[in-house]
């Protein structure tokens, strides 16, 4: 159990399938209204689970699963696609503190030095390959640009 | 600038220049998108919407920014698809139009230097208005 986070293209591993356009992927998604998925829909859409066709918004329209923000998809697909690395590009700073709550996942950013809200996730916090003690640890490298 | 698009009124209270907004998912920038591109689909010529497709490449984006002169204009989703080429080309036209981008990487905003914008839905429109500097 872990989050695998990936910075830089050439950091990717060429076994894993990267999800590049998190719109197209969301119908991969089989979405069954667990707890995670409840809760994006609840905090980050302001809306409710419906059934596993439609949510309804924050204006009380049932809407299918395509229409959710980019970065509810993100997160859906980073918590139904745990063997796939989703791009992170198009998650705003709230969609991304639901990532410490997944349990396995994988995210990838092309280029980022910007702390990442992963703190107090209970499973391990890889960058680009290797284990990093807390996200503390883990976002001073971020932050230092340093990537390899 | 008002643009009407079936029943709902997009109000875009914003001077020439380039915008965004705060770092954060589901404030409706894509929904927007999606009523302007509907809007460009029934014949309003007077804005554009470019978004990601699949083989997006930069001097399509650059000549449809070129091409001539709008009012408005949105770039949804640009974290998939910005270059050099296109952060040249909306500061080349940016004085003339108003620019609204959907871009979640600061370490791109850096090219901008964007001002702000808020968004207010009511239940017949959305209101793009000027809100604090980034």
């Keep these: 159990m872990a989050i695998n986070v990936y910075i830089g293209k050439e950091n990717l591993p060429k076994e894993k399938v990267l999800v590049f356009d998190v719109e197209a992927a969301i119908l991969a998604v089989r979405v069954i209204g667990s707890a995670f998925q409840r809760k994006v829909l609840a905090e980050l859409e302001q809306g409710e689970y419906k059934d596993g066709r439609v949510f309804i918004d924050r204006f009380g329209n049932?809407?299918?699963y395509t229409e959710m923000s980019a970065g509810s998809k993100a997160l859906f697909e980073l918590e139904g696609l745990p063997d796939k690395v989703v791009n992170g590009a198009e998650m705003g700073f709230n969609a991304l503190r639901f990532v410490a709550e997944i349990p396995e996942c994988s995210i990838y950013f092309a280029q980022r030095d910007e702390a990442l809200p992963f703190h107090g996730t209970k499973t391990e916090l890889y960058l680009n390959g290797k284990l990093y003690k807390d996200c503390s640890l883990l976002n001073q490298k971020i932050e230092s640009g340093g990537l390899e | 600038m008002k643009i009407v698009v079936g029943s709902m009124v997009i109000s875009i209270e914003l001077p020439f220049g380039i915008h965004a907004t705060e770092d954060d998912s589901a404030m409706g920038k894509t929904y927007l998108a999606k009523l302007l591109q509907a809007g460009m689909m029934a014949g309003d010529a007077n804005y554009l919407v470019i978004t990601y497709f699949e083989g997006i490449t930069t001097d399509f984006?650059?000549?449809?920014?070129?091409?001539?002169?709008?009012?408005?204009i949105m770039m949804d989703r640009l974290d998939l698809y910005l270059s050099d080429g296109i952060a040249d080309a909306l500061v080349d036209i940016r004085e003339n139009t108003c620019i609204f981008v959907d871009l979640k990487n600061w370490n791109l905003t850096k090219v901008f230097c964007p001002n702000l914008v808020d968004f207010e839905?009511?239940?017949?429109?959305?209101?793009l208005y000027e809100g604090d500097d980034i």
């Design chain 2, 61 to 72: 984006v650059i000549k449809r920014l070129r091409e001539r002169t709008y009012l408005f």
């Design chain 2, 121 to 127: 839905f009511t239940e017949r429109g959305i209101r």
């Design chain 1, 62 to 64: 049932h809407l299918y």
